[in-house]
């Protein structure tokens, strides 16, 4: 099976930038997409960005676009979400997610918390 480890969550300042890395093991055959969505305390579950992987087309959330930069590396199956001028609203849980038809895989969560 798939399994999905992310990694570079964390406390920054308001302004300040994080990247995200997600690392996808095991078969992972002809993926579709990789993308990262987040849920806030108290909120629902969104999407934040995604990058489809024949052609490395993107995808963002109107709140990231200008700030959130997604991309990838083909040879480690990696996906990165390189993450700036953050603002509080940015804080929450970040899962990574691979949707490779018809399923769809998602990692533990990384801890964003952005201070005011």
């Known amino acids: 099976q798939v399994h999905l480890v992310e990694s570079g969550g964390g406390l920054v300042q308001t302004g300040g930038s994080l990247r995200l890395s997600c690392a996808a093991s095991?078969?992972?055959?002809?993926?579709?997409?990789m993308g990262w969505l987040r849920q806030a305390p108290g909120k629902e579950r969104e999407f934040v960005a995604a990058?489809?992987?024949?052609?490395?087309?993107?995808n963002y959330a109107d709140s990231v676009k200008g700030r959130f930069t997604i991309s990838r590396d083909n040879a480690k199956n990696t996906v990165y979400l390189q993450m700036n001028s953050l603002k509080p609203e940015d804080t929450g849980v970040y899962y990574c997610?691979?949707?490779?038809?018809?399923?769809?895989?998602w990692g533990q969560g990384t801890q964003v918390t952005v201070l005011s």
């Open positions: 997610n691979v949707r490779a038809p018809p399923n769809v895989y």
């Open positions: 095991g078969r992972t055959s002809s993926p579709y997409a």
């Open positions: 990058i489809i992987w024949s052609g490395g087309r993107t």
